[in-house]
């Protein structure tokens, strides 16, 4: 019986979400939103990295959410990213329940400004 109660408790520590350590884009945004992205949810292949990035608004957004978690690829030799994964979430910090989800990695790559938040992530991890 004491077995069956600490394997349980083991479970709970391991399936409990770690907290995530976001990394604030200091850029120039759109009023009322704001961008963040994880580190250390960064996955590497090669030329290819993976990141989760966290958009939030202050306003209610079109399906009710007012943030969205996105995993991200980036091709860091050819300076470009597709969205792999999208959730919807109701609160700012996406720690909540997630309200809408789309998953199908995009077969389209696209390109990204000097200025753009793209462009601020990848020269954080696309170094070798």
């Given at each position: 019986?004491m077995?069956?109660y600490?394997?349980v408790?083991?479970?709970?520590f ?8 976001w ?6 945004a759109k ?6 992205f994880e ?9 290819f ?7 939030s ?6 399906g009710?959410h007012?943030?969205?978690k ?8 050819h ?7 999208m959730l ?6 996406a720690?909540?329940?997630v309200?809408?989800?789309h998953?199908?990695e995009?077969?389209?790559?696209f390109?990204f400004?000097a ?11 696309c170094?070798?």
């Open positions: 019986m077995m069956k600490l394997t408790l083991f479970l709970l391991v399936v409990m979400p770690a907290q995530a350590k990394i604030k884009l200091d850029m120039t009023q009322g939103e704001t961008h963040h580190p250390e949810t960064m996955q590497k292949n090669d030329q990295r993976k990141i989760w990035v966290l958009s608004y202050d306003e209610k957004q079109k009710g007012h943030a969205v996105t995993l991200y690829e980036f091709d860091c030799a300076h470009k990213a597709r969205s792999l994964t919807l979430c109701p609160d700012k910090e720690t909540g329940r309200i809408g989800a998953h199908e995009s077969r389209d790559w390109g400004s200025n753009s938040m793209f462009r601020h992530i990848a020269e954080t991890i170094f070798d």
